[in-house]
T-cell receptor
């Protein structure tokens, strides 16, 4: 089925461990995004990629890195996880102007202990 | 002050009631999205509006660009409509990304 696929769905990390969240879309979208969602905070943009080969910081980029591997894939890396990064992470993609086809992945629930 | 404000933050109603959720924004935009998130679930785009009104089943979304205001209406509400509804605007100051409201938590009791 067409859409945005995120892996893993759940993850528990110890403080200081690293991990990469994977995201892939098969809708030929140019733009991809990583968000985190925390209780009472709404969705906050971590990083986005307006097109293959470009990435830009969002509202809360500290502690994260991203890679736009190709047009389909956009990964989010936590180099040294901290309890403050416990959150639900969503990947999303959209068409060239962002106006159409805005599609979210199913989310990754990450707990850092 | 947030650039996107939703009201109410929480709304509880009885099955069958007509529901209205409001969204106001403070800057020029290219388009506005209404999103739905069920408890523990993913996020689904319901509507994208740049002007006027759109209808899908029991859901109606309107936008008034001059007044910088949008509403999401649900007719004949049902418990399965219980979810968080999020307003998001695109193109603030030309930026190629969405800016989100805080969401409205809707509970429909049988």
């Amino acid at each position: 089925n067409a859409g945005v696929t995120q892996t893993p769905k759940f993850q528990v990390l110890k403080t200081g461990q690293s991990m990469t969240l994977q995201c892939a879309q098969d809708m030929n979208h140019n733009s991809m995004y990583w968000y985190r969602q925390d209780p009472g905070m709404g969705l906050r943009l971590i990083y986005y990629s307006a097109s293959e080969g470009t990435t830009d910081k969002g509202e809360v980029p500290n502690g994260y890195n991203v890679s736009r591997l190709n047009k389909r894939e956009f990964s989010l890396r936590l180099e040294s996880a901290a309890p403050s990064q416990t959150s639900v992470y969503f990947c999303a993609s959209s068409g060239e102007t962002g106006l159409y086809g805005y599609t979210f992945g199913s989310g990754t629930r990450l707990t850092v202990v | 002050k947030n650039e996107v404000e939703q009201s109410p933050q929480n709304l509880t109603a009885q099955e069958g009631e007509f529901i209205t959720i409001n969204c106001s924004y403070s800057v020029g935009i290219s388009a506005l999205h209404w999103l739905q998130q069920h408890p523990g679930g993913g996020i689904v785009s319901l509507f994208m509006l740049s002007s006027g009104k759109k209808k899908h089943g029991r859901l109606i979304a309107t936008i008034n660009i001059q007044e910088k205001h949008s509403s999401l209406h649900i007719t004949a509400s049902h418990p399965r409509d219980s979810a968080v509804y999020i307003c998001a605007v695109w193109g603030v100051r030309g930026a190629q990304k969405l800016v989100f409201g805080q969401g409205t938590r809707l509970t429909i009791n049988p």
